[in-house]
């Protein structure tokens, strides 16, 4: 929330250049405030446990959200029963009209596939073109992130050469961006995914920016320049034993893959795993609604 100061006040400037929110006392009395009006576009196939892990983010904040659930129509859901579906979530097709302040739109384990083989590309495609003109700003997660620096620049995606699983350290290219307040200089993610947007195609692309990168994990945040997309390739989301469950249930299928890195104490897999990423999760989602969203959004929506 913002500090409310005099506007003569001689500490504005410092705290402005670090981003800390102030708000001058003429600024104060024209204030309207409303909640902020969030579309989770859940892809994954445990939507239950996705959307749990997304609102508890969304939650670390004392600013009032309104979020509003969507799934695709055009591909049923098989880990999510009908009755959960027709409860809380909606379709693109119900909310055509309506304007967001934010979208967040989750990843899918399909990343193996082409694009176009995906069962809801096409549906995909145009909730992510409907976001172009009814979304103040979207953040893209992991697969999403992958799909949207794809359709949205025709950025490919590439195969690694094998599952890259585990939480990876990162730094900050630029750490005065807003998106990075309080951040540390180094700060950790988990990652889980066979594929990645091909970081030569991303560099040369005019209007995007590569904000932070891995040297184990490669790029894992990237913006336009009018900070209206954000793409994720990581899930700073994840609780604590999401990559434990991802992995047991990859070896349950037969899968040759390795003890995911940096997670369990020795690589022990019996071990409980070690929570390295939950602040800067946090930090991650807040400062997106914070300077991306509430600062800068319309207070009338329809002016998107």
């Not at 708000?23 to 994954?44: C, F, G, S």
């Not at 009814?134 to 949207?148: F, L």
């Not at 900050?172 to 990645?196: C, V």
């Not at 490669?218 to 997309?229: A, T």
């Amino acid at each position: 929330m913002p500090i409310k100061i005099p506007n003569d006040l001689p500490a504005r400037p410092i705290l402005e250049s670090e981003h800390i929110f102030v708000m001058t006392e003429t600024r104060a009395l024209t204030q309207d405030i409303r909640p902020l009006k969030i579309a989770l576009v859940n892809l994954m196939p445990t939507k239950i446990a996705t959307e749990t892990q997304i609102l508890r983010c969304l939650a670390n904040t004392p600013l009032q959200i309104e979020v509003q659930l969507i799934h695709t129509k055009s591909y049923a859901a098989k880990n999510t029963s009908e009755e959960h579906l027709s409860a809380f979530y909606r379709t693109v097709d119900d909310i055509l009209d309506e304007n967001f302040d934010g979208v967040i739109i989750t990843g899918a384990p399909v990343e193996n596939m082409a694009f176009e083989e995906v069962e809801y590309w096409a549906e995909l495609c145009r909730i992510m073109e409907w976001t172009k003109t009814h979304a103040h700003s979207t953040m893209h997660i992991c697969w999403a992130s992958q799909a949207g620096l794809y359709y949205h620049y025709g950025v490919p995606k590439r195969q690694l050469p094998g599952k890259l699983s585990g939480v990876y350290s990162h730094y900050m290219l630029n750490p005065k961006a807003r998106l990075f307040r309080g951040f540390d200089e180094e700060y950790f993610a988990p990652h889980s995914r066979h594929t990645e947007s091909d970081p030569e195609a991303i560099a040369k692309v005019p209007q995007l920016r590569i904000l932070s990168v891995s040297p184990q994990a490669g790029i894992h945040i990237v913006s336009d320049h009018d900070n209206k997309q954000f793409f994720v390739s990581g899930h700073s989301e994840y609780d604590l034993y999401t990559l434990r469950d991802e992995y047991f249930r990859d070896l349950g299928k037969g899968m040759d893959v390795k003890v995911p890195f940096n997670y369990f104490p020795g690589d022990d897999p019996a071990q409980k795993p070690v929570n390295r990423w939950r602040a800067h999760g946090q930090l991650l989602f807040t400062n997106w609604l914070n300077y991306y969203v509430y600062q800068t959004t319309p207070y009338d929506l329809q002016k998107l």
